[in-house]
């Protein structure tokens, strides 16, 4: 996506569509990454977006959830100081996590997003076997929110034997994750509607799959090759050094110095021109997180 001009990135906040979407919702998340970077730019992400807030009403209220997730660190103590839920996302593949980093992320964030493998690891899309990440960050009193999952069997692992509901199934009941993020908020909202969760005795059909079952079922010849396992997490994964200062960029008025995006693309179509927020606006109607 280009951006023109940093009005682009504020005209998107100021816009009625913002808060006609954010008055709809009980419960409102967004993404932010790249702040420093836009910093550099001249592009105050972090000030934006707390003022869009503070603005709908959101900075003083209860009624409804606001979510503010980054993998950065530096974005997260920008909004220390607010009731926000400030959640830390993890967005690569880990085994283990050292208690020195959960003390860690605890200074900054009040939960954390980890992926999928995070959680189970597989190699060629067979589970290997079950970590204890979700334990870890539980014991430190950080919820575990899980992702990103979806209705396609090719996101699955071949345990579930493409059943986006036994996937789901795995990681509330056999991992005990508290929420996860998913594409298909309907698909997890059926399985929160079935009423074998509430049964002191669970039917069989409702277990957890078995991490590394299926796989035992394997010949040796016919097992995928064994990949090193994902690093573990340490301090300085999630450090950060604060964001710089938002740079006075005064625009050029000398056109011949300063090349125009172009509004075509080379192959005549016509090129998309759109403020980075608006990617987040996209995210926030295709991704919801569900909690147990």
Known sequence: ??????SDLMDIFAHWRFYLLSHYLTQYSGFMQNAAYLAKQGLGVTDA???ALSTAGYNNQTARKVMIQSNDSSVLE?????????IYLIDEDISD???STLLEIKTFAKSVVITKKSVFPSEDAFIIGQTNVVQKL???YLP???RLFNNEFISQAWDFFSDSSAELNNYVLGA???GLVTEYPGTAARYRRNRCLAYKDLPP???PVQPGSLLGLMTLQSMPPVEPPSPVLDVSDVTEPPLPPVAKINPSNDNSSTARAPTTAPNGQSSVVASILMSSVAVLLAIFVVYW
């Open 1 to 6: 996506m280009f951006i023109r001009e940093k």
């Open 49 to 51: 977006v707390s003022n």
């Open 78 to 86: 920008e909004f220390k100081k607010s009731s926000y839920e400030l």
């Open 97 to 99: 996590i050292k208690n």
């Open 138 to 140: 539980q014991s430190a």
């Open 144 to 146: 575990v929110y899980v």
């Open 176 to 178: 005990g994750v508290d």
């Open 205 to 207: 059909y409702m277990s």
